[in-house]
């Protein structure tokens, strides 16, 4: 008798590891895909009938799928921003914002958090901002159609929704 229970009791252990409810996540050999993951195989740039086209996300993380693309000097440019987060416009709002050489981008952060009412772009700055989506909530998508400048160098966009910019939603944009 006593050689029964021996035999029963790792059944019994292998049996109550195994219990469903004990398991907080099952896959079933299928992994489990990110939005990330999905963009991942997106191409972000490429060039149509001469034209470059740039598609770029933002996110509730505060990033862009993207920190740096490049596109000929004085060459038409098509991009188009989409908000993949899930949080209200209010809170959690993005844009894109191209800037020319001579702007600092913290400093044009910095103004564009005072600048509500007019989707956190600052006027001063309206003369040298080369291109700028509109703020953009849950789900949005802008696509702005802009000529890249003339003179070759990296050109800094950024979010200038508050704090966004210094989150890390920012890059380069290099014209060459």
């Not at 009938?49 to 004085?74: H, L, Q, W, Y």
């Not at 003339?150 to 944009?173: I, K």
Request: proline share 6%; aromatic share 8%.
């Amino acid at each position: 008798m006593f050689k029964i229970y021996l035999w029963f009791l790792p059944v019994l252990f292998l049996l109550a590891c195994n219990d469903p409810s004990s398991v907080e996540t099952a896959t079933n050999g299928i992994p489990e895909v990110s939005v990330s993951d999905l963009n991942a195989n997106i191409k972000p740039v490429s060039l149509v009938n001469g034209v470059t086209v740039v598609e770029i996300t933002a996110d509730d993380k505060m990033r862009f799928n993207i920190e740096s693309f490049t596109v000929p000097v004085g060459g038409p440019v098509k991009l188009k921003l989409v908000n993949l987060g899930k949080m209200p416009k209010a809170t959690m709002g993005h844009n894109l914002v191209i800037l020319g050489l001579d702007i600092n981008v913290n400093t044009f952060a910095t103004d564009a958090a005072s600048s509500r009412d007019n989707d956190y772009i600052p006027l001063q700055y309206k003369m040298g901002i080369i291109a700028a989506t509109k703020l953009l909530g849950p789900g949005q998508s802008d696509t702005i159609e802009f000529t890249a400048p003339e003179v070759a160098g990296d050109y800094n966009f950024l979010c200038s929704f508050p704090a966004h910019t210094y989150a890390g939603m920012r890059g380069v944009m290099t014209v060459e």
